[in-house]
């Protein structure tokens, strides 16, 4: 299973690193995406890597804001968050994929594993 933690609450401007662990199975055979869910809204990808690492992607809301790594002898992904803002409230989601990160249609595959999600509040 995956698990995601580090969420919390910040204030505007601040920074949080999420976690995606993986427990049963081995996170470097897949590619990793990252998804938040906003209340109301519908699921969206932030940003994905690929088994590697060597690939990354980011969309534009959070390009330049966010960075996402892995350490597999760690088997946990990682997505670094800064100068956030109130607009990235949500639950942030980790999940993986035996398809290319680089694909254009990448976040609106069906995806496999799937963690509970940790919470990121951001407000003052």
């Known amino acids: 299973r995956l698990v995601e933690s580090g969420g919390g609450l910040v204030q505007p401007g601040g920074s949080l690193t999420l976690s995606c662990s993986a427990s049963g199975f081995d996170l470097d055979y897949y590619t990793i995406g990252w998804f938040r869910q906003k209340p109301g809204w519908e699921r969206e990808g932030v940003s994905c890597?690929?088994?590697?690492?060597?690939?990354?992607k980011y969309v534009d809301s959070v390009k330049g804001r966010f960075t996402i790594s892995r350490d597999n002898n760690k088997n946990t992904v990682y997505l670094q968050m800064s100068s956030l803002k109130p607009e990235d409230t949500a639950t942030y989601y980790c999940?993986?994929?035996?398809?290319?990160?680089?694909?254009?249609?990448?976040?609106?595959?069906?995806?496999?594993?799937w963690g509970q999600g940790t919470q990121v509040t951001v407000s003052s």
């Open positions: 999940s993986t994929n035996t398809r290319p990160c680089a694909n254009a249609g990448y976040f609106f595959y069906e995806h496999g594993h």
């Open positions: 890597i690929s088994n590697t690492g060597d690939y990354t």
